[in-house]
């Protein structure tokens, strides 16, 4: 009898995007003549660059042609764009990454997801709360987590660690011995970020309990300020106790056409019941060269014109549009009387709802009388309860007319 892995049957459905959909659709078919504004999903809108374009026909052309034509590549990317990534995104900061401990690969989204294959099944995981809804349901299906508990919206044995307006969002450190620790910063939903300093007391706790911080930093591109890591391991020692995921997604427009890496240095080791340390890059790379038989050249070739001249203008040239609206969104709302967060090193504003709305009812509010749709905040974790996400991925024009509306709510 074939037996299913039950821990799937522990996720809660995820009703957060297909609820909201539903909602859009019921408010568009008794109200047709509402134009409504999208300010909710994740995903960019503005076309990749002109020279990456460019890239990909030539790599297309590239695969016509008996001579120039390309198999399978090395599963782990391809050295032009392990290069060009240790060099523009390390070397330019003062990091030293080896070329072998970067990995390529289609997604930060899959690789955040399956890194958890590399480690036991016992290990405690925190999570910041709210977050990126992938580390947690990844480590549901892993088996790492008790039952879902309905009323406090929360999985037994899941270390949450809230990270809200009381605490400034900065998660403190967990009080009880952790393993795995996921960090996204700038993160997702909050648009908030660590300085230096904060990081470093991570790194610090990781290196003291033997654990291991996963550190995802898909939107480092839009970081503005000065003192906030672009890189964990801008901190002293984070090579010895984090890995790093990179993606082109939102930094050059990728999320169709679907390039990421993930960095694992050698320093970096688990360990065995009996304490022996085991490399994890080792691991990583048998893990890839297993399961996975490495991102299409064209893809390759696309993500490393990201990397030349034109493609840095123009993807600087995207992120400071994305940016613009971020900001119109802030000020917009702060003039109309909410507090917001984030949005200052990344394309996501947070606001508090109104005091009375839950985070699904201020969805309802501003859908009704805003046609407004953005993300409820409780849909990214308990925590996030009372909170509203909106992103900068609009059109300007768009962005522009949505908080006009608010404001006249
Ligand atoms: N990590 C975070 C924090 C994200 O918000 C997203 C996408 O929204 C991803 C990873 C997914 O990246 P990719 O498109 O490379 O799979």
Known sequence: MILVNENYLKLQDSYLFSTIAKKVAEFTEENPDKRIIKLGIGDVTLPIAKVVGEAINKATEEMLHKETFRGYGPEQGYDFLREKIVEFDYKKRGINIEIDEVFVSDGAKCDTGNIGELFSKDNVVAITDPVYPVYLDTNIMAGRTGNYNKEQDKYEKIVYIPATSENNFIPELPKEKVDMIYLCFPNNPTGTVLTKDELAKWVKYAKENKAIILFDSAYEA????????????????????????????????????????????????????????????????????????????????????????????????????????????????????????????????????????????????????????????????????????????????????????????
């Open 222 to 409: 839009f970081i503005r300020e000065d003192n906030v890591p672009h890189s964990i391991y801008e901190i002293d020692g984070a090579k010895e106790v984090a890995i790093e995921f990179r993606s082109f997604s939102k930094t050059a427009g990728f999320t169709g056409v679907r390039c990421a890496y993930t960095v694992v240095p050698k320093e970096l080791v688990a360990y065995t019941k009996n304490n022996e340390e085991v490399s994890l890059n080792r691991l990583w790379n048998r893990r890839q060269c297993t399961k996975f038989n490495g991102v299409p050249y064209i893809t390759q070739r696309a993500a490393e014109a990201v990397y030349s001249e034109e493609g840095q203008k123009e993807i600087r040239k995207n992120i400071d549009y994305y940016m613009e609206n971020a900001k119109l969104i802030r000020e917009g709302l702060t003039e109309a009387g909410y507090t917001v967060y984030g949005g200052k090193n990344a394309p996501y504003i947070w606001l508090k709802v109104p005091k009375g709305y839950t985070s699904w009812e201020f969805f309802d509010y501003l859908l009704e009388k805003a046609n407004v749709v953005g993300t409820p905040g409780v849909g990214f974790g308990p925590s996030g309860e009372g909170y509203f996400r909106l992103t900068a991925f609009g059109s300007k024009e768009n962005t522009i007319e949505a908080i006009k509306r608010i404001k006249k709510m």
